[in-house]
Nanobody
Framework: HVQLVESGGGSVQVGGSLRLSCVAS????????MGWFRQIPDKEREGVAG????????YYTDSVKGRFTISQDNATNTLYLQMNNLKPEDTAMYYC????????????????????WGQGTQVTVS
């Protein structure tokens, strides 16, 4: 049973950058669909970015396109989310998630496809 541990969150000024990391306990990142989600209190969790190495595809929600980049390092079983030009509306708890399947443009953001979740890391932009 894979475990995911996120890190890299923090407080940053508007326009600043952060890089989130998600370390997996096995090689899940290189085999299945992986995603970054975020959630603010009293709101539903939102898909931010997805990655499926098998298809060579990355996916982003519209609000972060051009600012966020999802990537992975198979050698260290680490998933990254590089976040640039941060805005106050990016403030949220960010979660890494691992699927047990592939993903497509039409499916990567669906929470039900993800079987394992990390504990989250808080990002605050002000």
């Amino acid at each position: 049973h894979v475990q995911l541990v996120e890190s890299g969150g923090g407080s940053v000024q508007v326009g600043g950058s952060l890089r989130l990391s998600c370390v997996a306990s096995d090689d899940t990142i290189g085999r299945y669909c992986m995603g970054w989600f975020r959630q603010i209190p009293d709101k539903e969790r939102e898909g931010v970015a997805g990655l499926y190495i098998g298809g060579g595809d990355t996916y982003y929600t519209d609000s972060v396109k051009g600012r966020f980049t999802i990537s992975q390092d198979n050698a260290t079983n680490t998933l990254y989310l590089q976040m640039n030009n941060l805005k106050p509306e990016d403030t949220a708890m960010y979660y890494c998630a691992a699927s047990r399947a592939s993903c497509t443009q039409g499916s990567w953001y669906r929470e039900v496809r993800y079987a394992v979740w990390g504990q989250g890391t808080q990002v605050t932009v002000s």
